[in-house]
């Protein structure tokens, strides 16, 4: 029996002196302490949700909380110590109830703190890949949305398509109207894009007036279906400012993910078809590597298509 007491403590002051050490580390350098225990650009997802912009650094949670954490050991070894050197040999009932009801309250208030940094961490890191005009994702969530699907594809054979979208003459309507149109004319074309698209669609805005859409589970036939659909979606729609309505054209390049592309090979030839449709007029969708819109009954604007028609209503 004594052996085993023996053991036990040499075990338990080894653990003590473990976490001592990793206490440290974690005050010393939380970025040290980071690698120490974890494996590095590992992620979770919060409240088991699925989207892409759900995701957070491992790395990132543990050196915010490195600090607390080796801070809350020091003092708890401390205090360890201090029972073990000056403490009595035998503790009341009373004492013992103290000692459980204080450990109880810092751990609660540790953990409520703890908490309060997660919704923090979480709140930051989706604005972060949000686009403040438009509140879709910006090109940061985008390319992470490409990359991971780019990666089911390769395992699963997913079939996966891109479709590059650009608002004709914007920057004429910009320049005649005024940069607070231009900025209702995103909103509306982003609107309209999300409430066109499937569940399973990412629409993001990559910048200025270009929007992306990814379609995952779509061939290219398919997608060129789904480009048709967005592209009469936003012709219908009008934005209403200061008094008139302005109608409004997207022209799109589609491009469907082969077995040898990465994000930029993919990203290069649906810009290539954009550009294609563009010189053929605007206002249609053009598929990479075939020289006719994707459905060719789509009609050609030659003409300026962001002008004021008429009156709100």
């Known amino acids: 029996m004594g ?13 003590l002196g473990l976490a001592g050490i990793l206490g440290l580390l974690a005050i010393v350098s939380p970025t040290a302490f980071a690698v120490a225990v974890s494996h590095g650009n590992r992620a979770v997802l919060f409240a088991g949700q699925s989207r ?3 995701w957070i650094s491992i790395d990132k949670y543990i050196i915010e909380h490195a600090r607390l954490f080796g801070s809350i050991v020091i003092a708890s070894e401390v205090v360890i110590w201090l029972l073990s050197s000056f403490g ?11 000692t459980v009801c204080v450990s109880l309250l810092l751990g609660i208030l540790a ?11 979480e709140s930051n890191l989706a604005e972060s890949r949000v686009d403040s005009l438009t509140k879709l994702p910006n090109r940061r969530a985008f390319d992470s949305e490409l990359n991971r699907r780019l990666a089911q594809r390769q395992r699963q054979g997913t079939p996966l398509c891109l479709m590059i979208i650009d608002v004709d003459k914007f920057k004429t309507c910009n320049d005649t109207y005024g940069h607070l149109l231009g900025d209702e004319i995103l909103c509306g074309v ?27 589970g779509s061939n290219l036939a398919e997608a060129s279906l789904a480009a048709e659909r967005f592209r009469v979606a936003v012709k219908e729609s009008a934005i209403c400012y200061e008094g008139r309505k302005h109608t ?33 007029g ?4 053009f598929r990479h590597g075939i020289p006719e819109p994707a ?16 009156d709100c209503s």
């Open 190 to 216: 982003g609107k309209t894009l999300a409430a066109a698209a499937r569940e399973m669609d990412v629409v993001s805005r990559l910048g200025g007036d270009e929007f992306a859409i990814l379609l995952p």
């Open 111 to 121: 953990m409520s703190h703890m908490l309060s940094q997660q919704r923090e961490i």
């Open 88 to 98: 009595p040999d035998a503790y009341s009932k009373s004492a013992l109830l103290i």
């Open 3 to 15: 052996i085993l007491v023996d053991v036990l403590q040499m075990c338990l002051v080894g653990f």
């Open 248 to 280: 409004l054209t997207i022209s799109s390049g589609l491009a469907e993910a082969q077995s040898d592309d990465d994000a930029r090979s993919l990203i290069k030839r649906a810009d290539s078809a954009l550009y294609a449709a563009k010189e053929a």
């Open 282 to 285: 605007r206002d249609c969708t």
């Open 52 to 54: 892409f912009d759900r």
């Open 295 to 310: 459905i060719v009954d789509s009609p050609r604007c030659e003409t300026e298509r962001v002008t004021p028609t008429a």
